[in-house]
């Protein structure tokens, strides 16, 4: 199944490279699928993020729109998890796919404790944790503006670290080597 996302990654840049006007409404759904707590499992961003900044960065493209769409739509994400756990509250768990994976949940509880307002920020870093901190966050009912820092920071950093970070990298590796 990894492969098949990988073909499926690098057919989704090529088309965005082909088709620019498409990159910010896609970043922006690829980045938001990412971060909400069922999709975050189906949909490899870091690896489309690297690939398509480093594209986007030998292209030319504009890196900053595109850094800030993936932040935004990694903002709305996390959001609409946080708002699924406040509504859901504990009975998240008997739902799909959390009603299978129950120890996701109860390590996600934990993480959570541990950190507080800083596993949100951490969360947005580490794959496992991304697709349950924020759920976790909206079932132990965080206060929401302390969510919304934290998430919001967390988003921006992770947005342009990965997209704008790599575009750059791929630029001055370009200008380094000549090409």
């Not at 870091?46 to 504009?62: C, D, E, K, P, R």
């Not at 509880?109 to 870093?125: N, P, Q, R, S, T």
């Not at 997209?163 to 370009?174: D, F, I, N, Q, S």
């Amino acid at each position: 199944m990894t492969s098949q996302l990988d073909l499926w990654m690098q057919a989704l840049v090529e088309f965005m490279r082909a088709n620019q006007q498409w990159a910010i409404p896609i970043v922006f759904f690829v980045a938001f699928a990412e971060c909400v707590a069922i999709f975050s499992w189906l949909v490899p961003a870091t690896v489309f993020f690297t690939a398509f900044g480093a594209v986007a960065g030998a292209s030319g493209l504009n890196l900053i729109p595109l850094s800030f769409a993936a932040s935004f739509g990694a903002a709305f994400g996390f959001w609409l998890s946080y708002w699924v756990g406040l509504l859901l509250g504990p009975r998240v768990d008997d739902y799909w796919p959390l009603r299978d994976n129950p120890d996701l949940l109860r390590r996600g509880h934990d993480f959570f404790e541990k950190w507080g307002v800083l596993g949100i920020a951490i969360g947005h870093f580490f794959g496992p944790i991304r697709a349950v901190i924020a759920l976790v966050a909206g079932i132990v009912k965080m206060p929401f503006w302390a969510f919304q820092l934290a998430n919001f920071g967390a988003s921006f950093a992770w947005g342009f670290g990965l997209l704008y970070g790599a575009g750059r990298a791929t630029e001055m590796m370009m200008q380094f080597t000549g090409r």
